[in-house]
C-alpha cells in the first residue's frame, strides 16, 4: 500500500506570492495533520482535519488554512508568503481522529523556499 | 505555552559506543512518542510511550517515560552507522488529539564507523 504522498516535493515561491501543497493520506486513513518543520527545529503542528472538519489549529497566522475533501485528501495553502515561510511541510495521516494512541504516518514533506 | 527540551542537540560518536538523548518538560503529557527523521523525509515513529516509568525496548533501543509524565529518555546500545539521523521526541496533550503532537527540536546523531 502506498504511504502518505504529498505534492510538489519542491517548490520555489516569491514574497507575497499563494501556494498550494497537496497530500493523501494513507488509504483508509481519515485523518490529516499538517505540520511546518523550520531548518534545525522540530516539527511545529498546523492543522488537523478528521472527515472534513477541523478537528485543531495551531498559532499560524490567518494565512495559512487548509480544508479536507471528501476522498479525505487535503490541501494546505499559504497565502501572502513571507520568507519566514520558507520550511520543510509535512503532512501526516491516522485512521481515527487521534484521541486515543494511535499512529501517525508522515509523508516526505514539500520543501518550500520563498526567495 | 508546552514545551518540550531535547539534550543534547547535536551528537557525534563512534560506532559501538553508547549514548542516551533527553527529552524533558515541565507539563504533563499524555503520552510520549519518539520519532527519526532522515534528511529530505518525514519523521518515522519508534515508538509511544503511555504510563509513567514505562520501559519499551526495541533491539538496541530503550525508551523510558519518566514516573510524572513530563519527561523521557532513548538509550542506545553498540550505535551503529545505521542510527544516525535526527531523534525527535513529540508529546500528546491530555484531552488533545495525536495529530497535534507538540514536537522537541531534536537530537541530530552521527555515529561514525
Known amino acids: 500500500d502506498a504511504g502518505v504522498t504529498q505534492s510538489p516535493t519542491h517548490l520555489i515561491k516569491t514574497r507575497g506570492q499563494q501556494v498550494t501543497l497537496r497530500c493523501s493520506p494513507i488509504s483508509g486513513h481519515k485523518s490529516v495533520s499538517w505540520y511546518q518543520q523550520v531548518l534545525g527545529q522540530g516539527p511545529q503542528f498546523i492543522f488537523q482535519y478528521y472527515e472534513k472538519e477541523e478537528r485543531g489549529r495551531g498559532n499560524f497566522p490567518d494565512r495559512f488554512s487548509a480544508r479536507q475533501f471528501p476522498n479525505y485528501s487535503s490541501e494546505l495553502n499559504v497565502n501572502a508568503l513571507l520568507l519566514g515561510d520558507s520550511a520543510l511541510y509535512l503532512c501526516a495521516s491516522s485512521w481515527g481522529s487521534g484521541l486515543t494512541n494511535e499512529k501517525l504516518f508522515f509523508g516526505s514533506g514539500t520543501q518550500l523556499s520563498v526567495l | 505555552t508546552q514545551l518540550l527540551e531535547q539534550s543534547p542537540q547535536f551528537l557525534s560518536i563512534q560506532e559501538g559506543e553508547n549514548l542516551t538523548v533527553y527529552c524533558n518538560s515541565s507539563s504533563v503529557f499524555s503520552s510520549l512518542q519518539w520519532y527519526r527523521q532522515e534528511p529530505g523525509e518525514g519523521p518515522v515513529l519508534l515508538v509511544t510511550?503511555?504510563?509513567?516509568?514505562e520501559v519499551k525496548k526495541l533491539k538496541r533501543l530503550t525508551f523510558q517515560f519518566g514516573d510524572a509524565r513530563k519527561d523521557s529518555s532513548l538509550h542506545i546500545t553498540a550505535a551503529q552507522p545505521g542510527d544516525t539521523g535526527l531523534y525527535l521526541c513529540a508529546g500528546a496533550d491530555y484531552g488533545g488529539s495525536q495529530g497535534n503532537l507538540i514536537f522537541g527540536k531534536g537530537t541530530k546523531l552521527s555515529v561514525k564507523p
Open positions: 510511550v503511555v504510563t509513567g516509568g
